[in-house]
């Protein structure tokens, strides 16, 4: 069965600074996805940043990119220039090709301080 | 833009209750999850359906059951509601053959089982 690993529960960044959140996972596949997903304090979760394992290039959106390291089994979110918007709880998540679930690990929370 | 509702943002039930949980999606997915969200335990898939009137069990479907009548409507279903059934719950739906089948989600129901 696949694993998702997020071995930092809480992370702590100042603003303008940059921060990184770990993500390990366990797959025999060989075709699969992996996500990057934020849910603010009471808000909705919603789809930070994704990336397909047959492509080497590491995934961007904006101030958002992932270090993705295929042999390592390693998936990790490099957030940018953080800023107060970005405190959230962050869940990486896996998902095989062939299926439609999705494997979450237990979540980071990024705390933006001043 | 998707989205996808869930019926009430909290709710209290007493222990024995048959409580429902609604969600709905307007985007025609045929993919819908059911999570629940638990601190240190991030998110457990309940039930997912692929189509009208088909599921399959996730990984924690006991004490649950699902229902899909219509393409956009998903039900969850505990049928007689326990302490240890206090909780977040998370509704989802993706497009199948979409690429990576991203999960939109809804904005969770907070339910306190007394």
């Known amino acids: 069965a696949q694993t998702v690993t997020q071995s930092q529960p809480e992370m702590s960044v100042q603003e303008a600074e940059t921060v990184t959140l770990s993500c390990t996972y366990d797959t025999s596949e060989s075709d699969y996805y992996l996500f990057w997903y934020k849910q603010p304090p009471s808000r909705q979760m919603i789809l930070v940043i994704r990336?397909?394992?047959?492509?080497?290039q590491n995934a961007t959106e904006n101030r958002f990119s992932v270090n993705f390291q295929k042999a390592a089994k390693s998936f990790s979110l490099k957030i940018s220039d953080s800023q107060l918007g970005d405190a959230a709880m962050y869940f990486c998540?896996?998902?095989?090709?062939?299926?439609?679930?999705?494997?979450f690990g237990t979540g980071t929370r990024l705390q933006v301080t001043l | 833009d998707v989205k996808v509702t869930q019926s009430s943002r909290y709710l209290v039930k007493r222990t024995g209750e048959k409580v429902f949980l609604e969600c709905v999606q307007d985007m025609d997915h045929e993919n819908m999850f059911w999570y629940r969200q638990d601190p240190g335990l991030g998110l457990r898939l309940i039930y997912f359906s692929y189509d009208v009137k088909m599921k399959e069990k996730g990984d924690i479907p006991e004490g649950y059951s699902v229902s899909r009548e219509k393409k956009e409507r998903f039900s969850l279903i505990l049928e007689s509601a326990s302490t240890n059934q206090t909780s977040m719950y998370l509704c989802?739906?993706?497009?199948?053959?979409?690429?990576?089948?991203?999960?939109?989600f809804g904005p969770g129901t907070r339910l306190l089982v007394l």
């Open positions: 989802a739906s993706s497009l199948i053959w979409a690429f990576s089948e991203t999960q939109y």
């Open positions: 990336q397909e394992a047959y492509k080497q």
């Open positions: 998540a896996y998902k095989a090709g062939t299926a439609s679930k999705l494997t």
